[in-house]
């Protein structure tokens, strides 16, 4: 079952995004390289198709270089799209981008380009911001939806930003991108239990990097489940109920903010390959879900006329 988080200033900002769409020249989009295409918004996909659109895959301190490279060969093949990989924790990339910018969308003479910065929440938007910009303008933080409203920002450089609050779309359909969104912070919180995601978490290490567990736990022999590392991990840190046994939420917690901290290391998520065979299931499951709709309508129907005929 999927995570969902649509709060109503999502919607009023994904309506002002329509409004505002046909005198942008250009879209940045910002990803997490971690989970590149789970937080590619697919709703802003389908409003920017005729746009040019640079797609920048933040956080590549916190995801495998290897895997990164994989998604920007992977979106470069679609029309209209350029990518960079981006640390804007550590380094300034605005010379960069705004390089691709004025390649992808020459300045008029008189007129400023309008770049519409988008993403989903906690992904960096406003650090980007802040730093093309050269100074403070939006706030930061490892919360997501910090930013509420659309705001221009004038580079001074013939380029002026349009900045948008971080969205999800309302319904999010494949499972495990639900889970990986809200692993790494994009939904808040309050959505999701710490325990489900620490669930979640162990169980795609143990499967992935198995060796980044061992060697931030000390653990010789890796356990078959992921309730058997979480026991562990508790006992090391002293997450400990009355009698011994493990509190799971505390530990749950732990381990969940160490992930999103990058203490086991830096982590790719998904490949082209697993995103591809994931949504074959998501469209199986779409396929099943429109049959028994259509059989629930029509038993509803023939009952319907059951009941007309026997009140003739």
């Known amino acids: 079952m999927s995570i969902q988080w649509y709060p109503g200033h999502m919607r009023k900002a994904s309506n002002e995004m329509v409004e505002a769409l046909p005198l942008v020249n250009v879209v940045v989009e910002v990803l997490d390289a971690r989970i590149p295409f789970s937080s590619s918004n697919p709703f802003i996909q389908s409003l920017t198709t005729e746009k040019p659109h640079i797609k920048l895959l933040n956080k590549t301190d916190l995801g495998d270089p290897a895997i990164t490279k994989q998604w920007q060969n992977y979106f470069e093949q679609q029309a209209n799209t350029k990518t960079l990989a981006l640390d804007l924790k550590n380094h300034d990339p605005s010379k960069q981008i705004i390089d691709l910018i004025n390649k992808l969308s020459p300045q008029k003479e008189g007129r400023n380009t309008l770049v519409m910065v988008t993403g989903i929440p906690n992904v960096g938007k406003s650090s980007l911001i802040n730093c093309l910009a050269g100074k403070h303008i939006t706030k930061t933080g490892d919360e997501p939806a910090i930013t509420k409203g659309q705001q221009k920002i004038n580079l001074r450089n013939g380029i002026m930003l349009l900045d948008t609050p971080g969205i999800l779309w309302p319904k999010i359909e494949n499972p495990e ?69 493990v509190d799971l939420e505390r530990v749950s917690t732990i381990f969940v903010n160490e992930l999103r901290a990058g203490l086991f290391g830096p982590l790719g998520f998904e490949t082209p390959e697993v995103i591809e065979a994931e949504m074959k299931q998501v469209a199986i499951m779409k396929a099943e879900k429109e049959v028994r709709e259509k059989l629930r309508l029509e038993k509803a129907a023939a009952r319907r006329r059951k009941a007309k005929s026997n009140r003739k």
């Open 177 to 245: 991108g639900s889970y990986r969104l809200a692993t790494t912070g994009a939904i808040k919180d309050t959505a999701v239990s710490y325990e489900d995601l620490a669930f979640f978490a162990a169980e795609f290490l143990l499967k992935k990097y198995p060796q980044r567990l061992t060697e931030r736990f000390n653990i010789d022999q890796l356990p078959q489940t992921e309730i058997e590392l979480l026991e562990i991990i508790g006992g090391q840190r002293g997450c400990l109920r009355a009698g011994g046994r």
